[in-house]
């Protein structure tokens, strides 16, 4: 089963814009992760949030989370057209180890 | 460099036949997995192993069989049982708690 749900499904922004995927689940969770897909290759890990954290920053990428509601955020700031990919979610459901994955947002920058 | 790999990038399988798709890790991580993507879906898991010689099912197992002899290997056969193979398989590893990391993964298509 999905418990990571994005939205939306495909985004598609200019250069230098701000772009905002929503990620929804349906379990406790100790931690949300999310990655990167470029078309043909293998997931890249982004950030990580931990469940009693509510926002975090690395780079151009923020991070919220909010367990009340059971979702978070992930807003890519000044994108770029090397930014275009898919950005999954994923959550652990209180697992060491495994994790469920979204269906992603495909995000296209346009230059 | 670390990392992991899998091989073929590209398998072709004919009716009735099995397929074994590799995936090295050197890493030094316990835990490894395989997954199957389909398109616009997300990731579903097949199998993981937390240690040698131990592994166990996930989501969607049958039609599926793996073995964990290595720590550094995870071979995942995909059985003529599996009716409907057509996907793209990614190999992941992961020290317990911590993000995974993923191969560049095998496209299988059925001949």
């Known amino acids: 089963s999905q418990q990571g749900e994005e939205d939306p499904q495909a985004l598609s922004i200019q250069e230098g814009e701000n772009a905002t995927m929503n990620c929804s689940y349906k379990?406790?969770?100790?931690?949300l992760q999310w990655y990167r897909q470029n078309s043909g290759r293998g997931l890249v890990h982004l950030i990580l949030?931990?469940?009693?954290?509510r926002e975090k920053h690395s780079g151009r990428l923020r991070v919220t989370l909010d367990t009340s509601k059971k979702s978070s955020s992930l807003l890519i700031t000044a994108s770029r057209a090397a930014d275009t990919a898919s950005y999954f979610c994923?959550?652990?459901?209180?697992?060491?180890?495994?994790?469920?994955f979204g269906k992603g947002t495909l995000l296209t920058v346009n230059p | 460099d670390g990392g992991i790999t899998q091989s073929p990038k590209y398998l072709f399988r004919k009716e009735g036949q099995n397929v074994t798709l590799s995936c090295e890790q050197n890493l030094n991580h316990d835990a490894m997995y395989w997954y199957r993507q389909d398109p616009g879906q997300g990731l579903r898991l097949i199998y993981y192993?937390?240690?040698?010689?131990?592994?166990q099912k996930g989501d969607i197992a049958e039609g599926y069989s793996v073995s964990r002899e290595k720590k550094e290997s995870f071979p995942l056969t995909v059985t003529s049982a599996q009716k409907n193979p057509t996907a793209f398989y990614l190999c992941a590893s992961s020290i317990a708690a911590q993000p995974q990391h993923f191969g560049d993964g095998t496209r299988l298509s059925i001949l």
């Open positions: 949030i931990r469940s009693n954290e």
């Open positions: 994923a959550t652990d459901g209180g697992s060491n180890y495994k994790l469920t």
């Open positions: 192993s937390q240690i040698v010689n131990d592994f």
């Open positions: 379990t406790s969770i100790n931690n």
